[in-house]
């Protein structure tokens, strides 16, 4: 590949590896290198990658604190989808990438770069994700994704070059890998280490974000959601911005030892991978969502919307969030959010969530419909006809086979 690349836009952690990448970076590309990091609630103190990239000499340094448009844009319509991959994967990383890759595309734009690069792995679905996104936004761009090109193909060779280009090693580092996490406000992720052996459980010290279940305490928590059009707004009562909403649920979820995950997912790149997953706050909130829509969705709307899901979760998974199919499902789910207004009352009890109260000022929920008591509005007799006609086709199946 030509290495012709004035000046390019990393993805930057701070961390050993991206602080490898944006070395090497220089050094094999001759290219001056943009940094941008953001926060999106990982609960890591951005202005340190500001003092790291400094210190390597960087001069276009960009950290921005993108919780709200993180929860707002990104993960708040995502959860109008109830979107779960797989039946149970809440897609925590899957829906941070093209935010990531966004502003890494206006960045470059700004600073006058050619190329963005970013530090996953070849074998990861995050470079998919990453990648589809800058070619949806632009299609021009160079797209380098150092970990496919380099020869740093081991952990020591990393360290190695780490300590020879001056790069600080944090001491837990430089002995066993360790897992490979990723976190942000939606969730805290990690994969591999002693979870490649998909029988191995997780060791209690791993967890950062929830208690275990049997050491949450031994009366509930109970906690209600206010929803307006599809969106969590307020919590007993007092009304929360997107990310301090999910702040707020993760730390009660998270107190009470709910949203663990331990999955077998199926990656876009064609691996089987496991993962363990922490994800409090949006455990609730797509419990809380389904009790407010049950009330206030119509069925064929709900059901539709049922079907819409799985698509639209792998999707955000595959890495097209950028994409017509996905705006498609999208424009689809907002629209049956407009009643999706409400409150919804929630148990926390070691490690479960239990839906125990529901109610909306547009319910189309209808006691004196659903009453066992006597009514006036629903005749009971309308269901022989109802009941007969729909028995029709089976009447008929059944004769012909004797
Ligand atoms: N398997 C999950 C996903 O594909 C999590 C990936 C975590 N990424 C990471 N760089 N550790 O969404």
Request: proline share 4%; with cysteine.
């Amino acid at each position: 590949m030509s290495k012709d690349v004035k000046k390019v836009v990393l993805a930057y952690s701070g961390g050993l590896d991206t602080s490898v990448i944006l070395r090497w970076l220089q050094e094999s590309y001759g290219c001056e290198v943009v940094t941008f990091t953001a926060d999106l609630g990982q609960g890591e103190e951005i202005e340190t990658a500001r003092a790291k990239a400094e210190k390597m000499g960087i001069e276009e340094i960009h950290v921005e604190d993108l919780r709200e448009e993180f929860v707002g844009d990104y993960v708040f319509p995502m959860f109008r989808a109830n979107a779960l991959y797989e039946g149970v994967y809440l897609l925590g990383t899957a829906i941070a990438r093209p935010l990531i890759a966004k502003r890494q595309i206006e960045i470059a734009h700004a600073t006058g770069a050619d190329a963005v690069a970013h530090g996953a792995t070849g074998k990861g679905n995050d470079q998919v994700r990453f990648e589809l996104a800058y070619t949806a936004l632009d299609p021009d761009i160079r797209v380098i994704a150092p970990w496919r090109e380099w020869d740093l193909t081991s952990r020591s060779k990393l360290i190695d070059y780490a300590a020879a280009h001056d790069i600080d090693v944090p001491s837990d580092k430089s002995g066993e890998p360790p897992y490979s996490i990723d976190a942000n406000l939606v969730h805290i992720s990690y994969e591999g280490k002693a979870l490649e052996d998909p029988w191995v459980e997780p060791e209690e010290a791993m967890f950062t974000r929830t208690v275990a279940p049997e050491d949450a305490p031994d009366r509930p928590t109970y906690v209600e959601i206010g929803f307006e059009a599809g969106d969590a707004v307020a919590i007993d009562g007092e009304s929360l911005s997107p990310a301090r909403m999910l702040a707020r649920l993760n730390d009660l979820g998270g107190a009470n030892g709910i949203g663990r995950a331990d999955i077998v997912e199926n990656r876009f790149v064609g691996m089987k991978s496991r993962g363990v997953y922490e994800t409090p706050g949006g455990t609730l909130l797509i419990a809380a969502h389904r009790a407010v829509e049950s009330i206030t969705l119509d069925r064929g709307a709900a059901h539709l919307k049922d079907e819409l899901m799985p698509r639209y979760a792998e999707l955000v998974y595959n890495g097209f969030w950028f994409s017509p199919e996905r705006e498609m499902i999208q424009a689809a789910i907002d629209d049956s959010q407009k009643h999706v207004t409400g409150t919804v009352r929630l148990k926390l009890y070691k490690g479960s969530v239990a839906i125990t109260g529901r109610k909306s000022p547009v319910s189309l929920y209808d006691q004196a419909l659903a009453t066992f008591e006597a009514d006036t509005v629903y005749d009971q007799r309308d269901a022989e006809g109802f009941i007969k006609l729909n028995a029709l086709r089976l009447r008929l199946m059944k004769k012909r086979r004797g």
